[in-house]
């Protein structure tokens, strides 16, 4: 099974600044990772698939990146609505696809 | 767009059974795989089971294999969950979604990736006594 691990557990960012989060796959997954975000009480939605093309409807600020290992989703200029957990998933190698453990922004 | 929306889910006893529904609409059902994913109180996301388009190919992760069994009914849109002997740990939201297949255009040919593009709002299950 491949374990995903992402960091920082909590980001605490200001509006308009930039965030970046990580993602690492314990082997490779290629580009075969996704991005998503999930607010309280709802369920998740997709931001990236392919490790950096945005789902459709993702606004321009969202963008991935990376490819193995090691990935990176970066918000540019943040805004209020951006927070909530996100979430990074590889389905290089399965079953299972797996999660990683989440990374909540805190604006 | 489309839209899914589960049901089922409920208090129930360990190692007793229940049945998850979710009907899907506003998509053609029977070109997507189907994915549910459970999310346990105050936890992250995990990957429970899917189902190919025709419902040939199913799998699991280990830690349900053998109680649960996804199927689907392609002409009423329908997914489904089938829990058996229940735990406390598998208490928790259950969605379902849908796999999508993203196509992009490589150097040698087309790439497809995936992506869960389709979620329902969640059933709550809670086992416990």
């Known amino acids: 099974e491949i374990v995903m691990t992402q960091s920082p557990a909590t980001l605490s960012v200001s509006p308009g600044e930039r965030a970046t989060l990580s993602c690492r796959a314990s082997?490779?997954?290629?580009?075969?990772l996704a991005w998503y975000q999930q607010k309280p009480g709802q369920a998740p939605r997709l931001l990236i698939y392919?490790?950096?093309t945005r789902a459709p409807g993702i606004p321009a600020r969202f963008s991935g990146g990376g490819s193995g290992t090691e990935f990176t989703l970066t918000i540019a200029s943040l805004q209020s609505e951006d927070f909530g957990v996100y979430y990074c998933?590889?389905?290089?190698?399965?079953?299972?696809?797996?999660f990683g453990q989440g990374t909540k922004v805190e604006i | 767009e489309g839209q899914l929306v589960e049901s089922g889910g409920g208090l129930v006893q360990p190692g007793g059974s229940l049945r998850l529904s979710c009907a899907a609409s506003?998509?053609?059902?029977?070109?997507?795989?189907m994915t549910w994913v459970r999310q346990g109180p105050g936890k992250g996301l995990e990957w429970v089971a899917n189902?190919?388009?025709?419902?040939?190919?199913?799998y699991y992760v280990d830690s349900v294999k053998g109680r649960f069994s996804i199927s689907r009914d392609n002409a009423k849109n329908s997914l489904f969950l089938q829990m058996n002997s229940l735990r406390a740990e598998d208490t928790a939201v259950y969605y379902c979604?849908?796999?999508?297949?993203?196509?992009?255009?490589?150097?040698?040919?087309?790439?497809?990736?995936?992506?869960?593009?389709?979620w329902g709002q969640g059933t709550t299950v809670t086992v416990s006594s």
């Open positions: 979604a849908r796999d999508n297949a993203f196509m992009i255009q490589g150097d040698l040919g087309p790439i497809y990736y995936y992506g869960l593009d389709v």
């Open positions: 506003g998509f053609t059902f029977s070109n997507y795989w």
């Open positions: 189902i190919k388009e025709d419902g040939s190919g199913k």
């Open positions: 082997q490779s997954v290629s580009s075969n």
């Open positions: 392919g490790a950096s």
């Open positions: 998933q590889q389905y290089n190698k399965w079953p299972p696809w797996t």
